[in-house]
């Protein structure tokens, strides 16, 4: 199976640092310094995991994001954004990233992320992805909105809603766990299987899933702020 990990990043002593420490906790790691050449080696070499720099020469990396969602590629994306772009950030979050990291960044927390990510990743677009699926045709759903569990399916009043991986298991994390309050800390254990991470991960991933199955995402009636606590899921 490949564990191929596609580094998109221009900053050559970035790359390299990145690219040896994957080798030493064994994954392939694969660098290309520019957009173009990032999504023809996606084509030719689907990678388990994509660390995509935002600044780059060319096509930004938003672009690079946003063309593999719009082809229906959910390969896991982990977001490299330069510490100033607080917007890319969000950006990149709407346009299906599951993650993101600020640089400069710690290469343990990077690794944690990688290693966390992967392990929630399966895919449903990459035949090499470990695939450890309940039994196709459980179901879960509240409003109009069902989840088939086995086909990774999201739909919303008939029409198909695309997620991203992470935005896929909280969801189902929320829909298994009804009316419980999680807070930020127990989200980010129990759904991206951190210890530590920014709170506001998981603040703007619950605004994604708000502004995708919500009615009215400003005013959430299933996924609800519990104020000074957290979240707690209402069907
Ligand atoms: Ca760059």
Same mark, same amino acid.
């Given at each position: 199976m490949s564990h191929e990990v596609l580094i998109v990043e221009d900053d050559e002593s970035i790359a390299a640092g990145l690219a040896l420490n994957l080798k030493i906790d064994g994954y392939q790691p694969v660098v290309t310094s520019d957009g173009e050449s990032a999504l023809a080696r996606i084509r030719e070499h689907p990678p388990v995991l994509i660390l995509l720099d935002i600044g780059l020469p060319g096509i930004s990396g @938003?672009?690079?994001? =946003?063309?593999? +969602? %719009? %082809?229906?590629n959910l390969t896991p994306v982990i977001v490299l954004s330069a510490r100033r772009d607080e917007f890319d950030k969000v950006a990149a979050l709407r346009l299906g990233a599951d993650d993101y990291v600020t640089k400069p960044f710690a290469l343990a927390e990077l690794l944690a992320r990688v290693g966390a990510v992967l392990r929630r990743s399966t895919s449903t677009t990459s035949a090499t992805m470990p695939v450890v699926a309940p039994p196709a045709g459980e179901l879960l759903g509240f409003s109009d909105v069902l989840v088939d569990l086995g086909k990774r399916e999201v739909t919303r009043a008939g029409a198909a809603v695309k997620l991203t991986h992470l935005e896929f298991e909280l969801l189902? #994390?929320? @829909? $298994? !766990?009804? $009316? &419980?309050? #999680? =807070? !930020?800390? /127990?989200?980010?254990r129990h759904v991206w299987g951190l210890q530590s991470a920014s709170r506001r991960t998981v603040d703007n991933f619950v605004a994604q @899933? !708000? =502004?995708?199955? &919500? /009615?009215?995402? /400003? %005013?959430? +009636?299933?996924?609800?702020?519990? !104020?000074g606590s957290g979240y707690r899921f209402d069907p």
């Amino acid at each position: 199976m490949s564990h191929e990990v596609l580094i998109v990043e221009d900053d050559e002593s970035i790359a390299a640092g990145l690219a040896l420490n994957l080798k030493i906790d064994g994954y392939q790691p694969v660098v290309t310094s520019d957009g173009e050449s990032a999504l023809a080696r996606i084509r030719e070499h689907p990678p388990v995991l994509i660390l995509l720099d935002i600044g780059l020469p060319g096509i930004s990396g @938003l672009d690079v994001l =946003s063309q593999l +969602r %719009a %082809a229906g590629n959910l390969t896991p994306v982990i977001v490299l954004s330069a510490r100033r772009d607080e917007f890319d950030k969000v950006a990149a979050l709407r346009l299906g990233a599951d993650d993101y990291v600020t640089k400069p960044f710690a290469l343990a927390e990077l690794l944690a992320r990688v290693g966390a990510v992967l392990r929630r990743s399966t895919s449903t677009t990459s035949a090499t992805m470990p695939v450890v699926a309940p039994p196709a045709g459980e179901l879960l759903g509240f409003s109009d909105v069902l989840v088939d569990l086995g086909k990774r399916e999201v739909t919303r009043a008939g029409a198909a809603v695309k997620l991203t991986h992470l935005e896929f298991e909280l969801l189902v #994390f929320f @829909l $298994r !766990r009804q $009316r &419980e309050v #999680f =807070s !930020r800390d /127990e989200l980010l254990r129990h759904v991206w299987g951190l210890q530590s991470a920014s709170r506001r991960t998981v603040d703007n991933f619950v605004a994604q @899933l !708000r =502004s995708k199955l &919500e /009615e009215d995402p /400003e %005013a959430p +009636r299933h996924i609800v702020t519990v !104020r000074g606590s957290g979240y707690r899921f209402d069907p």
